[in-house]
């Protein structure tokens, strides 16, 4: 039998040394963030089709141009969240005209988000579709509840758009419902479905995602019984651990690479 009991215990390698990814710095090069806008908005609009966020037509993900941050990039009208790649996006600006791309723009995309853009100066990316539990929550006109931990990022964060006119189509619609938004990171459109927001495409994509989850997690919780929900000074604290931006794209990353390595074409 070999003797173990003088072997030495294998060195902890530093923390500095060990991989970590962040979201990154682009400086002044605006070419180059502006790609890498496009790619991950072009991978948010493949997994949203690849989650079945897709209901005919509607539905947008739009990120702010680095450079003429009036625009924004946007999935061309009528063309499938499966299929979009990098060059099939349109840039769309102040007036809602496509000024680069060959395809045309959903105007409720920019009736919303043109809004949202401009009411926020501090969001990149917004997300929005036709979510079937984003949908059932809606239709309710409630608020999410602190009965999840994943939840209690949107405790006291998100708002709810109480009204519904139909088709948004003009300003002025957009603007009440950038006016619901606030500062929060998402909005409740009641009877419609959900809208999320994000320093990065990968935060507004994931609040989106894990709100549509959240939206599932309460209506199957409440057909069952009675959610017991998590208190106040739990469900803040909570919020301050999970609800920021970086941790959102922190949590996308996964989904990035699940999408990014199955669909490479999306980058052409």
């Given amino acids: 039998m070999t003797d173990t009991s003088a072997r030495h215990a294998p060195e902890p390698i530093p923390t500095d040394q060990l ?11 605006v070419a180059a963030e502006r790609q ?15 989650f079945g966020f897709e209901e005919g037509v509607a539905g947008h993900i739009t990120a702010r141009d680095p450079e003429f941050t009036d625009h924004f990039w946007v999935n061309p009208f009528g ?3 499966k299929h979009i790649t990098v060059s099939d996006l349109i840039l769309v600006n102040h007036s809602g005209q496509v000024v680069e791309g060959r395809y045309h723009v959903n105007q409720a995309a920019f009736a919303i988000h ?24 809606s239709a309710l006109g409630e608020l999410l509840e602190p009965i999840t931990q994943d939840v209690c990022a949107f ?4 708002a709810l758009f109480d009204d519904y006119t139909g088709v948004v189509v003009d300003a002025e619609e957009g603007r009440r419902i950038a006016g619901a938004l606030g500062p929060h990171k998402a909005v409740i459109l009641r009877n419609h479905g959900l809208l999320t927001v994000g320093d990065s495409v990968d935060a507004a994509a994931w609040w989106f995602i894990t709100m549509e989850r959240s939206c599932q997690v309460q209506l199957a919780a409440k057909a069952a019984g009675k959610p017991v929900p998590i208190s106040h000074e739990n469900a803040v604290h909570t919020r301050d651990q999970l609800g920021n931006d970086l941790v ?5 990353q996964p989904l990035f690479q699940q999408i990014s390595r199955s669909e490479p074409d999306l980058f052409t």
């Fill in 19 to 29: 991989q970590f990814a962040l979201p990154p710095s682009f400086g002044d090069d």
């Fill in 36 to 50: 890498y806008r496009k790619e991950r908005l072009t991978a948010a609009l493949r997994l949203f089709g690849r």
């Fill in 79 to 81: 063309m499938s969240f």
């Fill in 114 to 137: 043109s809004q949202v853009h401009r009411a926020r100066p501090d969001v990149v990316a917004a997300a929005h579709s036709h979510s079937t539990y984003g949908r059932a929550l």
């Fill in 155 to 158: 405790y006291e964060d998100h």
């Fill in 248 to 252: 959102a794209w922190i949590n996308y």
